[in-house]
């Protein structure tokens, strides 16, 4: 019907994600994993409709808080990093990984350089308890 503009989806949080967790609700959300580290490709952040990425030094985190599940981002990851998180590790690291450092990095929007070394850190495993940094990145 002409004249009845409906918003862009992605803008808005639905109602029943506002103001959580104050229920059992489960909410979902992405949660960017082991294969970000030293490789930061930086694609998702181009894609995010709210956002919700945070730069680190060396990682990228989503803010569950922010995310409104979407999934856009997931097959921009070059090295397949970004998962939902009913794929996290059984102890829920990655997702408490992704609240922690939300929270105190800096918002990141626009993709920036990539490492330069980052294709030898592309198949290696296990790259959180070698490298990971929780310094801040630059934010943009
Ligand atoms: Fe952003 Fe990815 Fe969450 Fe969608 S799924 S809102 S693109 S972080
Ligand atoms: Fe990391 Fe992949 Fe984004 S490597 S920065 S999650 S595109």
Redesign the pocket.
């Known amino acids: 019907m002409r004249g009845i503009d409906k918003p862009p989806r992605a803008r808005e949080k639905p109602a029943a994600r506002r103001g959580r967790p104050e229920s059992n609700e489960r909410v979902m959300t992405?949660i960017v994993m082991d294969p970000c580290i030293k490789c930061k490709f930086m694609d998702c952040v181009e894609?995010?409709?709210?956002d919700?990425?945070y730069e680190g030094e060396n990682f990228l985190a989503?803010n569950p808080e922010e995310?409104?599940?979407?999934?856009?981002?997931e097959p921009e990851c070059p090295v397949d990093a970004?998962k939902p998180d009913t794929e996290d590790d059984a102890d829920g690291k990655w997702l408490r990984i992704n609240t922690e450092y939300a929270k105190i990095w800096p918002n990141i929007t626009v993709k920036g350089e990539p490492p330069a070394d980052k294709e030898a850190f592309e198949r290696e495993t296990g790259k959180f308890e070698k490298y990971f940094s929780a310094k801040p990145g630059r934010g943009s």
């Open positions: 992405y894609v995010c409709p709210v919700c990425f989503i995310c409104i599940d979407c999934g856009v981002c970004i």
